[in-house]
């Protein structure tokens, strides 16, 4: 049993091929409806066709492995605006995005604390503020 705090290596360290790495663990969800109510006009739409979408989310830890989701979902016409829109998947991504919701706040945590640690590395690098007060 794993304690707090013990270190436990990386499976994919040292791999340089990403034919070596493992495989993704894929998890299916369904947004497919026969009919939704029209975004324009509230009119109840038929299902038009169903398509599905991969999503890449973070990492099963207990597998290490990585995790794809894939979203089957429904795409609509409406007959009174002539409009064709996809069943609400707002729920895992925003439109056009390939990484879940959690991938992205995920992403923007390591950002910020990246450049945190830059931020504080060059502010108390003794060596850059010598060599700027020596040029004035």
Excluded: W
Aim: aromatic fraction near 8%.
């Amino acid at each position: 049993m794993n304690s707090p705090g013990e270190y436990l290596p990386d499976a994919t360290e040292g791999i340089t091929r990403g034919e070596d790495l493992p495989k993704a663990k894929v998890a299916q969800r369904s947004r497919n409806y026969r009919r939704r109510p029209c975004p324009e006009c509230e009119h109840s739409a038929y299902r038009d066709r169903v398509v599905t979408r991969t999503l890449h989310d973070l990492g099963d830890l207990k597998t290490d492995r990585p995790v794809d989701v894939k979203v089957t979902y429904s795409q609509h016409y409406c007959s009174r605006c002539g409009i064709y829109f996809n069943a609400d998947m707002s729920d895992l991504a925003l439109p056009k995005v390939h990484y879940t919701h959690r991938v992205v706040a995920m992403m923007d945590q390591l950002c910020i604390l990246y450049r945190l640690l830059r931020c504080s590395a060059t502010m108390f690098d003794t060596r850059s503020a010598n060599s700027t007060s020596s040029r004035n």
